[in-house]
């Protein structure tokens, strides 16, 4: 079952700017995890977060989690060409344990 | 190099065939997992393992069957009961299943019907 959305679907972006996507969920989770897809590729995972945190950084990727909201958002400053790509959320339930993937943003970064 | 080892890269199936599609793992993990793939979808979940010898089905089984007879592998085949099989598969990892510990992806199989 797609319990997280991202936000938006799709997202161009010149290179050095800042891009942020949004993913929101429907029932209560252990954590929030962020992974990266490259166009034919298998996933590659970013950044885990737990219900109880509310930021977390890693490099040029910052993740919030405002589990009131039940939403999430990513950012990755000075993006570079190597960040297009889809970003994908998944949320581990806290009721069934199973991990749900979002549909995904695309990013675009122009040089 | 530790990973995941899925192939063959692009597969095809003809009308009432049986395929399996390969998953290796060198991480020594415990858990395994298949997903599906959809264009514009996030992934499902076809079947996961906890451990060697046990599987469970997950939202998406029908039409597909696994087996994990050893640690390391954990086959998926795509039989002539799933009527629209066409997509793109992941097989994943982690150390246990479900868990605070991020799951490790291969690099997919690319299934199509002829």
């Known amino acids: 079952s797609q319990q997280g959305e991202e936000d938006p679907q799709a997202l161009s972006i010149q290179e050095g700017e800042n891009a942020t996507m949004n993913c929101s969920y429907k029932?209560?989770?252990?954590?929030l995890q962020w992974y990266r897809q490259n166009s034919g590729r298998g996933l590659v995972h970013l950044i885990l977060?737990?219900?109880?945190?509310r930021e977390k950084h890693s490099g040029r990727l910052r993740v919030t989690l405002d589990t009131s909201k039940k939403s999430s958002s990513l950012l990755i400053t000075a993006s570079r060409a190597a960040d297009t790509a889809s970003y994908f959320c998944a949320t581990l339930g806290s009721n069934d344990y199973k991990l749900s993937f979002g549909a995904g943003t695309t990013v675009t970064v122009r040089a | 190099d530790g990973g995941i080892t899925q192939s063959p890269k692009y597969l095809f199936r003809k009308e009432g065939q049986n395929v399996t599609l390969s998953c290796e793992q060198n991480?020594?993990?415990?858990?395994m997992y298949w997903y599906r793939q959809d264009p514009g979808q996030g992934l499902r979940l076809i079947y996961y393992?906890?451990?060697?010898?046990?599987?469970q089905k997950g939202d998406i089984a029908e039409g597909y069957s696994v087996s994990r007879e050893k640690k390391e592998s954990f086959p998926l085949t795509v039989t002539s009961a799933q009527k629209n099989p066409t997509a793109f598969y992941l097989c994943?990892?982690?150390?246990?299943?479900?868990?605070?510990?991020?799951?490790?992806f291969g690099d997919g199989t690319r299934l199509s019907i002829l």
């Open positions: 029932t209560s989770i252990n954590n």
């Open positions: 977060i737990r219900s109880n945190e």
């Open positions: 991480l020594n993990h415990d858990a």
């Open positions: 994943a990892s982690s150390t246990r299943i479900f868990s605070n510990q991020p799951q490790h």
């Open positions: 393992s906890q451990i060697v010898n046990d599987f």
